[in-house]
């Protein structure tokens, strides 16, 4: 018997000892892709008071994007609001021309502008077809009024024209 192996028994079950790396990477990969994806579905159902407050900010960020637009291009700009959506506008040849497409809004919006929202106002719209509110070359806007949301989520943003926009619940 000299020069044979002596072989130790062969563990029970063997194959069924362990996972692979591969099966291990496997239900990794499944997992994470399921929680990802029931991170998006738990912030898309934010609920009424998410989509109001993404109605807001995305007027808060073309109401700073077109003021900041009229000063660096020392251009008259604008912006239609209506109870449906918003359109940014342009003056082109002594006439208001609507620019890219409306943005509708989400939930309901009610809009004032300045004389039924109790502000002197510090530019009237200039032409027939302008827009409801205008953006100066000098950093000044129509003011207005305009409402988010319904019942107590209600959320109201102010402008006097000259600061900036102030948003606070009613």
């Not at 399921?34 to 609920?47: E, H, I, N, P, W």
């Not at 807001?56 to 660096?72: E, G, I, P, Y």
């Not at 509708?104 to 002197?120: I, L, V």
């Not at 959320?155 to 606070?168: F, V």
Request: net charge positive; hydrophobic share 40%.
């Amino acid at each position: 018997m000299a020069g044979q192996l002596i072989r130790a028994p062969a563990a029970r079950n063997a194959p069924d000892a362990g996972f692979t790396l591969i099966e291990l990477l496997v239900v990794i990969t499944i997992l994470s892709v399921l929680s990802v994806g029931g991170a998006m579905l738990a912030t898309s159902r934010g609920g009424k008071a998410a989509n109001d407050t993404s109605d807001l900010a995305a007027f808060r960020a073309a109401h700073t994007r077109l003021r900041s637009l009229a000063v660096h291009g020392q251009s008259l700009r604008g912006m239609y609001v209506t109870p449906q959506g918003r359109r940014f506008a342009e003056r082109r040849a002594g006439r208001w021309r609507p620019t890219g497409p409306e943005l509708r809004w989400r939930n309901p919006m009610r809009f004032d502008p300045a004389r039924r929202a109790g502000f002197a106002d510090p530019g009237l719209p200039e032409g027939p077809g302008a827009p409801q509110i205008l953006y100066y070359p000098d950093g000044r806007s129509t003011a207005f009024e305009a409402r988010f949301g319904t019942g107590r989520d209600q959320i109201r943003c102010r402008s006097d024209g000259w600061s900036d926009l102030r948003c606070a619940p009613l």
